[in-house]
């Protein structure tokens, strides 16, 4: 059995928290045999500046390239608010997605039956909901450039992002767009703003072109995005798999977080490319919601979204299908039985906090597997 080497970047605020309910899940796999795993630990975001005076060391970057997987929790809080913008928080983050050329970010919306209520929809337009929400990750106008604040005088500024795409970045997340259709009901969403932006020209034609190209067999449908964003609160369930560009996708997860309740539920993964020569690609798994400072350090943070970002980690980088779904469904079980963290608690639950909701995942999971 072939060890997987993960690397762990808790990070800031709850990061730590929810990612001690992921190292004793890998210890209890480790234990029952499913998978060998092989853990390091390492700084990022602000403990990073606060140890090193950077948001993430060279060193950390070799350790993340080495890994099988990158395994993130979060980054930053009020306390860094005046560092440096070159060595904020996120830049740890930033630097991480595009080191590793993690262009692809999938984002799952799940709604589990239990947490239909948690929703400020009505159950019949989220339960059931599973859908992915696929965003462009290292280019667009987070990355592009020019990106200046000039001073005109007079008192007046103007500041500057340019929102920039080149073919191949568009063809390569299209391509892992209909792959994932392909897996799963076969439709694929694109959003942009082709009315007013010229990136959203070049995307809808660069999509268009590879679905003929290569994946005839997929349905896809154009939509403004702005049009897509109203679509997601009006009847989610159209949609299978939306990819859209980085600003966009930022967005429309977010957006798309809230149908299933609780930023707490949502996990991550960004994946780059495919190594031609070892058949891997590199990957950096992360739950979807920050660093809450308000509650860290009080075991109330919600687990979910960091457990299920492992989950991600052991389909999409390892293709342990079956070991995947089991952590989906012990998810899935604990919620039936009425454990609800605070973020998600409803009329009477049984409101746990992180270190419960993380027993409880694995108990499930033990009596799963049988």
């Known amino acids: 059995m072939a060890t997987m080497k993960l690397l762990l970047l808790p ?18 796999m480790n234990r029952r045999g499913m998978g060998r795993y092989e853990t390091e630990e390492g700084l990022v975001g602000g403990c990073a500046y606060d140890a090193h ?7 950390t970057m070799e350790s993340a390239k080495a890994a099988d997987a990158v395994i993130f929790g979060a980054v930053g809080g009020p306390k860094w608010d005046k560092v440096p913008y070159e060595v904020r928080p996120e830049a740890g983050l930033l630097r991480l997605r595009k080191d590793l050329g993690l262009f692809a970010n999938i984002r799952p919306a ?87 932006m010229k990136t959203g020209v070049l995307w809808h034609e660069v999509i268009e072109a590879v679905h003929a190209r290569e994946f005839a067999d997929v349905t896809l449908e154009h939509m ?13 369930k159209q949609f299978d798999v939306i990819v859209t560009d980085n600003l966009f996708g930022d967005m429309l997860s977010d957006v798309a977080a809230m149908l299933t309740g609780s930023l707490g539920m949502l996990p991550s993964a960004s994946l780059g490319e495919v190594d031609p020569k070892t ?10 919601h920050g660093s809450a400072p308000d509650i860290a350090g009080k075991g109330l943070a919600n687990p979910i979204a960091m457990i299920a970002s492992f989950a991600m980690a052991l389909r999409y980088s390892f293709g ?6 089991l952590i ?43």
């Open 110 to 196: 799940i709604c589990y039956p239990a947490l239909a209520e948690s929703s400020s929809l009505k159950r019949e337009v989220v339960d059931g909901l599973d859908i992915i929400i696929l965003r462009e990750l290292t280019g667009g106008v987070y990355f592009g450039e020019p990106k200046t604040i000039t001073d005109l005088g007079n008192g007046q500024k103007r500041a500057v992002d340019t929102q920039v795409y080149d073919t191949y970045e568009i063809e390569r997340i299209g391509r892992v767009a209909f792959e994932l259709a392909r897996k799963r009901r076969n439709k694929v969403t694109s959003m942009e703003k082709r009315n007013v």
């Open 320 to 325: 342990m299908l079956k070991e995947a779904d």
């Open 11 to 28: 990070g800031d605020g709850i990061g730590p928290e929810v990612m001690a309910e992921v190292k004793k899940l890998i210890a209890w």
């Open 328 to 370: 989906d469904q012990a998810i899935a079980a604990a919620l039936a039985k009425g454990l609800r963290t605070a973020d998600i608690a409803s009329p009477g639950a049984t409101v746990v906090g992180t270190a419960q909701m993380g027993d409880a995942i694995i108990a499930e999971m033990e009596t799963l597997a049988g």
């Open 279 to 288: 058949k891997k690609r590199r990957a950096l798994y992360e739950p979807v």
């Open 224 to 236: 403004l995005a702005d049009a897509g964003g109203m679509q997601l609160v009006r009847w989610p």
């Open 53 to 59: 005076q950077v948001a993430i060391t060279d060193a």
